[in-house]
């Protein structure tokens, strides 16, 4: 009979031990799909599939082959937006991929730079599993004066292309949050759609904008004033309008001076992290 108990006891043991290892392994690879809300600070639904993220992808009239390379990283095996191993779902519903020209792609001059991302688009198989909606495009429409760029400190029409992310209906009335990557940017690792997408929505804290500092100014980049600012490839919210009167009131008091540059003196945007 002690034979029997013990026995009994080390079944029950090891059952607990399984228990508990599948549990630990659902939480690592099964993202919970109601938490608190960074926004709210109460429990939501699915935000997956109620928050709105659009994907900017500022772009001039000379980007077309920076663009071309951005997006053959995105048919690469080893940077797909989303695989087939994402336990979630394989499509996402509610991101958009939006690219921003400086100018009107419309305009007859643009026709043959439209066409060859219009080729590039229906070329890639990747965006079409992954996103519901499809790519599109927005034009700032800058004219001549409104699109210059004379040094690395001083650019309007970086800035003006910035601004209007908050000024845009295209954007604020449609998105709650964007994230711009730039042409250069590109992803390091598949699945980062996902990784994105939780970079956004699972943030301990509230935020207007979420980016990296500077990485490339040496050692005391943290500790030095003149270096202290964000990229301009960033998450930003959209829906809070003191934010959108603190960026237009950036606007009035900096415009000559590239954002990421004249964003060295604004500490309120903090120093959050967001790797892709």
């Not at 053959?72 to 939006?98: A, E, G, Y």
């Not at 949050?177 to 301990?204: K, T």
């Not at 804290?205 to 270096?227: D, F, P, Q």
């Not at 490839?233 to 540059?261: C, K, M, P, V, W």
Request: charged residues 25%.
């Amino acid at each position: 009979r002690e034979r029997t108990v013990n026995r009994t006891c080390k079944i029950l043991f090891v059952v607990v031990i399984l228990l508990g290892t599948v549990y630990l392994l659902n939480a690592i690879f099964w993202m919970p799909t109601r938490y608190s809300s960074p926004l709210h600070g109460s429990l939501v639904g699915d935000v997956r599939d109620t928050t709105r993220i659009g994907i900017v992808i500022p772009f001039i009239d000379r980007d077309l082959s920076r663009l071309r390379r951005q997006f053959s990283t995105w048919k690469s095996q080893r940077t797909l937006p989303c695989t087939d191993d994402d336990h979630m779902r394989t499509k996402f519903p509610n991101i958009t991929v939006i690219l921003y020209f400086s100018r009107d792609i419309e305009d007859e001059e643009y026709a043959e730079l439209k066409m060859a991302l219009d080729e590039e688009i229906r070329g890639m198989s990747s965006i079409q599993k992954c996103l519901v909606k499809p790519v599109i495009y927005v034009s700032a429409k800058l004219t001549d004066e409104e699109d210059g760029y004379l040094d690395a400190t001083t650019a309007n029409g970086p800035n003006n292309l910035w601004h209007g992310l908050f000024e845009n209906k295209a954007f604020i009335d449609h998105y709650d949050y964007v994230f711009v990557m730039e042409s250069d940017v590109l992803p390091i690792r598949s699945n980062w759609l996902r990784c994105l997408q939780d970079n956004i929505l699972l943030s301990a804290h509230r935020y207007w904008m979420k980016g990296t500092i500077c990485l490339s100014c040496g050692n005391n980049a943290i500790n030095t004033v003149a270096e202290y600012h964000m990229n301009g490839n960033a998450i930003y919210y959209l829906q809070d309008q003191e934010f959108i009167d603190l960026i237009g009131a950036y606007r009035d008091y900096n415009n000559d001076i590239n954002y990421t540059s004249g964003a060295r003196g604004v500490r309120v945007f903090g120093a959050g992290r967001t790797l892709l």
